[in-house]
């Protein structure tokens, strides 16, 4: 069963369109994670949050912007897509605990042509 | 800085056959967790096992273990009775206990697509 939402699965837009990737947990988890995974690669972190009101900018750079107004959610947002944007959007979450793994959502699929 | 290394892109392995995926890491933190995870062609990141680092026996879930050597800073993943569903790319992780600027972030490392053959 899946505790992390991720919508759409899906998304192919032209060039140029405002887009916001939808992430929502219902484990009440503090922690969330947005990572970034071309096809047979590896995850790149892109944006993190310890909690509400409270974002970090990762590893890779992102031209995406993150809010964490709620708990539960944290979506991402693209002001202009651009076909270098291309990708897989993982979100995932967790507890405090040192040894809780991370929970990701199924993943958005983002074509941008 | 963290490093995570799997030198194999790919694996072959026949049913009901044990295989091991290698992945070495690379960390001045003296606590850390290292975690397996698992991705199907569908695109989904499942969580396989977890070792803290002084944990003193290796980890053991099921049909995957990981043999955990500290001083070599390896932690490679066993697989016993491989079966038809174990195809998937199968990614290593680590992440320094939570403290600092690291905050518990996971980092990957590149992944070893894992095939099960008839």
């Known amino acids: 069963e899946a505790d992390i939402y991720q919508t759409p699965r899906y998304l192919v837009i032209g060039t140029g369109k405002k887009i916001t990737l939808e992430c929502s947990q219902t484990?009440?988890?503090?922690?969330m994670y947005w990572y970034q995974q071309d096809p047979g690669m590896e995850l790149h972190l892109i944006h993190y949050?310890?909690?509400?009101?409270?974002?970090e900018k990762g590893d890779l750079s992102s031209e995406s912007t993150v809010s964490r107004i709620r708990t539960e959610h944290f979506p991402l947002t693209l002001e202009s897509a651009r076909p270098s944007h291309t990708s897989q959007y993982l979100c995932?979450?967790?507890?405090?605990?040192?040894?809780?793994?991370?929970?990701f959502g199924n993943g958005t699929r983002l074509t941008v042509t | 800085a963290q490093k995570i290394t799997q030198t194999q892109p790919g694996m072959f392995v026949q049913e009901k056959e044990a295989v091991t995926l290698d992945c070495t890491y690379d960390?001045?933190?003296?606590?850390?967790?290292l975690f397996w995870y698992k991705q199907p062609s569908s695109g989904e990141m499942i969580f396989l096992i977890y070792?803290?680092?002084?944990?003193?026996q290796n980890a053991t879930e099921g049909r995957y273990s990981l043999n955990f050597q500290k001083a070599r800073k390896s932690a490679n993943l066993v697989i016993s009775a491989s079966q038809l569903g174990d195809s998937a790319m199968y990614f290593c992780?680590?992440?320094?206990?939570?403290?600092?600027?690291?905050?518990?972030?996971?980092?990957f490392g590149r992944g070893t697509q894992l095939t099960v053959w008839p």
């Open positions: 070792q803290g680092s002084y944990d003193q």
């Open positions: 960390t001045s933190d003296p606590s850390y967790g």
């Open positions: 995932a979450s967790r507890d405090l605990r040192s040894n809780s793994p991370l929970h």
């Open positions: 992780a680590m992440r320094p206990d939570d403290r600092g600027s690291t905050l518990g972030r996971l980092y």
């Open positions: 484990m009440g988890h503090d922690k």
């Open positions: 949050s310890y909690g509400v009101n409270s974002t």
